[in-house]
């Protein structure tokens, strides 16, 4: 808004008519996120689509995983929200906690029917 000097309704009313054309779509928070062509969403929970990074690069029982900034990195999620999310990996099992300061482990490989 302030880049171009226009309201917030203007704005808003700019963002309906995206909506509508479906090249945007609201998030939580009262957000908005523009849809480029040829862009996938990928919908699943953020603790999803974490897990699947032991899938996804091949990681094995006792591997270390990437860390909470890497994976703020990765997904585009600010480091809290990642921790939160990993935080909730450890309390169903998947992943082993390192402590303040060490790595975090994996304890066991989730398979794609678990994860859906």
């Not at 171009?4 to 908005?32: H, K, T």
């Not at 996804?56 to 995983?65: K, N, Q």
């Amino acid at each position: 808004m302030d880049e171009y000097a226009v309201s917030r309704g203007v704005v808003l009313r700019a963002f309906q008519v995206l909506r509508r054309r479906g090249d945007a779509e609201p998030v939580p928070g009262e957000r908005w996120r523009v849809i480029r062509s040829g862009d996938g969403i990928d919908r699943r929970p953020l603790e999803d689509r974490i897990a699947s990074v032991i899938v996804d690069d091949r990681l094995e029982v006792g591997a270390p995983f990437p860390s909470a900034s890497a994976l703020a990195t990765r997904f585009g999620a600010s480091r809290p929200t990642v921790t939160k999310a990993l935080d909730k990996l450890e309390a169903a099992g998947v992943l082993a906690s390192g402590g303040q300061g060490k790595v975090r482990t994996v304890r066991t490989v989730p398979n794609r029917e678990e994860r859906s």
